[in-house]
C-alpha cells in the first residue's frame, strides 16, 4: 500500500472515530420557575419524605417498614409478609408494569420528568451545585476558570455535600434491611457488617456517581426506557410540543414589532429552551427520545411569551395529533380516551382491586403439616396405628396467639401430646403431634385426615389443612 492510501486510509478511519465517539458536552442547565417546576420540586420532597423518613417511624415496638432478610420476614407497618407471599411481590411488579403502560399511552414519560429516582437525585445534586457555584453562567465561567484557590475551594464544599448526601442515601437505603437505630449505632463505632458496608457504600457511591456526574447520560444512553418508549407513543399521546406553525419562522425582535408583517412567527429564538432543559436537547426540532417530559421548557417559553405580550403555549403538553388539527383541551381530552387506554385502565383497576381485596383478607395463620420422614406407620399399645406429623404454625399477625389443635377424618382418630400451642407475634414455631387411630379405621394405605388450627382468642382464624395417613 502506497504512503498516499495509508493516510487516506488512516485519515478516514480518524472521521469515522469521530463520528462514533462524540465528546461530552457538559449540560448546566439553567433555573427556571414556573408551574411545572413547582411540581417537580413538589415531587422532590414528597418522594425524598418518604424514603428519608419512613424508615425512622415506629410500629408497634419495631420499625414501620423493615425488610429483615435474617429472619425472613418483610414486615409494612401492620402487615408481615413471609417467604411464602412472594406472590404478592409479582402482582405488585405486575400494577408497576400496567401503570407505566397506562401513564406512557395518556402523557408520554411523565414518570421521568418529575418521579424518576435518577431526576430527583439529580435535581437535589444541581441544587447544591447551584447554591455552591452561583448560577448557569457562574458555573460555566468556573469550569473554563484555571484551577486555583477559590476554584478548589468551590468544588471542594461542593463535592463534600454531593459526599455527604450520597452517604446519607446509602445509609438510609440499607436502614430498610437493617434496623435504622441498630445500624446507626454500628456506623458510629463503625461496626457494621460485611455486607451493610458493601451496601452503604455501593449505594452510595452510585448514587454520587449518577446525579453528580453522569446526570443527562444515564437518561440518554443506560436507561432502557429512553429506547423503547416509542412503541409505546402515538400520535394521541400527551408529550412536550412546540407549535412549529405558530412559531415559525422563528427569530429575534423588539416587543412591539410587528414581527408578523416581518413574516416571522411567535418564537423570538432566545434558546432558553435548550438552556433549561436537562438533557440539552431543542425541544424546536421535534419529539426526541432524549425528551424526559419535564416541561422546564414550557415554563421558560411561557415566561418569554408573557413578557412579549404572545399568547402562552408556544411550547405545551400536547398531541400530534392536536397540534395538526388545531384541537383544544376538550378535543384532546376525549382523544386520549382510547380503547387502549380503556383497556390497560381497566386491566389496572382490576389488579389493583385484587390486590387490595387480597391484602385486606390476608390470612393471620398459616399451618403447614409435615410428615415425619423417619416413621411413616407403626403398631403402638392396643393395637393403635401412630402417625407422626410436624406442624409448622405461622403466626402472621402482630398479637401474640394460642391455638388449639384438633383432628378428624377416620373414626375414632385421636390426638397424643399437646393440644394447645402457643406462638409469638410475627414468629413461627415447629410441633410434633402423634395421630392415632385404630387399624379398622381406614383402608390399607393413604387416608386423608384433617388438623384443624384456631386460635383460642378468636375463632375466626382458623385454618383446615389436609394431611395423609398411612395404615400399613
Same mark, same amino acid.
Given at each position: ?157 461542593? @463535592? ?183 383497556? @390497560? ?9 385484587? /390486590? ?12 403447614? +403439616? ?50 394447645? /400451642? ?30 384443624? +388450627? ?19
Amino acid at each position: 500500500m502506497s504512503a498516499e492510501s495509508r493516510t487516506l486510509t488512516s485519515a478516514s478511519q480518524e472521521s469515522l472515530e469521530a463520528s462514533l465517539y462524540e465528546a461530552r458536552q457538559k449540560i448546566h442547565p439553567r433555573a427556571v420557575s414556573g408551574i411545572f417546576a413547582s411540581w417537580r420540586w413538589i415531587f422532590v420532597w414528597v418522594t425524598q419524605l418518604v424514603f428519608y423518613g419512613v424508615c425512622w417511624l415506629p410500629w408497634n415496638g419495631r420499625q414501620a417498614v423493615l425488610f429483615d432478610l435474617v429472619e425472613r420476614k418483610f414486615y409494612i407497618f401492620g402487615l408481615v409478609f413471609w417467604p411464602q407471599d412472594v406472590f404478592w411481590l409479582a402482582v405488585l411488579l405486575i400494577i408497576s408494569a400496567y401503570s407505566l403502560f397506562l401513564f406512557t399511552a395518556i402523557a408520554g414519560r411523565l414518570w421521568c420528568g418529575y418521579a424518576c429516582p435518577q431526576t430527583v437525585y439529580t435535581s437535589m445534586f444541581i441544587w447544591i451545585e447551584k447554591l455552591v457555584e452561583g448560577d448557569r453562567n457562574a458555573r460555566i465561567k468556573l469550569d473554563g476558570a484555571p484551577m486555583g484557590g477559590a476554584k478548589l475551594a468551590r468544588r471542594a464544599v461542593k @463535592y463534600g455535600l454531593w459526599v455527604a448526601l450520597a452517604l446519607w442515601t446509602g445509609f438510609t437505603f440499607v436502614g430498610y434491611f437493617t434496623p435504622i437505630k441498630t445500624l446507626a449505632s454500628s456506623l458510629a463505632s463503625l461496626s457494621l457488617g460485611p455486607w451493610e458496608w458493601f451496601w452503604f457504600l455501593f449505594y452510595g457511591g452510585f448514587t454520587y456517581l449518577m446525579a453528580g456526574h453522569l446526570r443527562e447520560q444515564v437518561c440518554l444512553y443506560m436507561c432502557p426506557y429512553a429506547r423503547f418508549q416509542g412503541v409505546m407513543f402515538d400520535p394521541d399521546t400527551l408529550t412536550v410540543t412546540y407549535d412549529g406553525e405558530r412559531g415559525e419562522p422563528r427569530g429575534t425582535r423588539r416587543k412591539g414589532d410587528d414581527y408578523k408583517a416581518a413574516g416571522k412567527g411567535d418564537c423570538v429564538d432566545c434558546d432558553l429552551c435548550v438552556a433549561v432543559c436537562p438533557t440539552g436537547i431543542d425541544i424546536r426540532k421535534g419529539l426526541q427520545y432524549e425528551c424526559i417530559g419535564c416541561a422546564a421548557c414550557i415554563d421558560a417559553c411561557d415566561q418569554v411569551m408573557a413578557k412579549m405580550d404572545y399568547p402562552k403555549g408556544l411550547i405545551r403538553y400536547s398531541t400530534e395529533n392536536a397540534i395538526a388539527e388545531h384541537w383544544g383541551w376538550k378535543e384532546i381530552v376525549a382523544h386520549i380516551v382510547r380503547p387502549r387506554v380503556v383497556l @390497560y385502565s381497566a386491566i389496572l383497576g382490576l389488579i389493583v382491586l385484587a /390486590f387490595a381485596w387480597g391484602l385486606a383478607t390476608k390470612a393471620s395463620l398459616r399451618v403447614d +403439616v409435615i410428615r415425619d420422614r423417619g416413621t411413616l406407620a407403626r403398631e403402638v399399645e392396643d393395637g393403635l396405628i401412630e402417625n407422626v406429623f410436624r406442624l409448622q404454625v405461622m403466626n402472621v399477625s402482630e398479637t401474640p396467639h394460642r391455638y388449639a389443635v384438633t383432628v378428624n377424618g377416620l373414626d375414632k382418630i385421636d390426638l397424643v401430646g399437646e393440644r394447645i /400451642f402457643e406462638v409469638p407475634a410475627a414468629a413461627a414455631r415447629g410441633f410434633v403431634v402423634s395421630v392415632r387411630v385404630p387399624p379398622e379405621a381406614g383402608k390399607t394405605g393413604s387416608n386423608t385426615i384433617y388438623f384443624d +388450627v384456631k386460635s383460642m382468642a378468636d375463632q375466626q382464624v382458623a385454618v383446615h389443612e389436609k394431611a395423609i395417613f398411612i395404615i400399613p
